[in-house]
């Protein structure tokens, strides 16, 4: 059973820089894709960063350059050190998890933490 715990969230000002943490559990065996998705007030979640099982990469576009997801070895702590903020970055954040079967390719993502608030000013 994966379980999903984030932490680092805060207000902070614009051009500020912010850490988020995600404590990752039951991920014992395979391969995962791990992510972070925001939902900021009356909008979609989004997905903004992806680490796949191949350990690349991908963000969206507006946090490219920005933002960075990494992993320890064993996959227990998935951060996104965020840099740069903006107002717009403002949202809950989630980290999020999928056993995938294609080292290249993650499914819909079936497990979540809680979230944690990031507040841009």
């Known amino acids: 059973h994966v379980q999903l715990v984030e932490s680092g969230g805060g207000s902070v000002q614009a051009g500020e820089s912010l850490t988020l943490s995600c404590a990752v559990s039951?991920?014992?065996?395979?391969?995962?894709?791990l992510a972070w998705f925001r939902q900021g007030p009356g909008e979609d979640r989004e997905e903004v960063a992806r680490?796949?099982?191949?350990?690349?990469?991908w963000y969206e576009d507006s946090v490219h350059g920005r933002f960075t997801i990494s992993s320890d070895n064993a996959k227990n702590t998935l951060t996104l050190q965020m840099n740069s903020l903006k107002p717009e970055d403002t949202a809950m954040y989630y980290c999020?998890?999928?056993?995938?079967?294609?080292?290249?390719?993650?499914?819909?993502?079936?497990?979540w933490g809680q979230g944690t608030q990031v507040t841009v000013s």
């Open positions: 999020a998890a999928v056993k995938t079967y294609v080292r290249a390719a993650c499914p819909e993502y079936t497990n």
């Open positions: 039951g991920v014992t065996s395979g391969r995962y894709c």
């Open positions: 680490l796949r099982a191949d350990e690349k990469t």
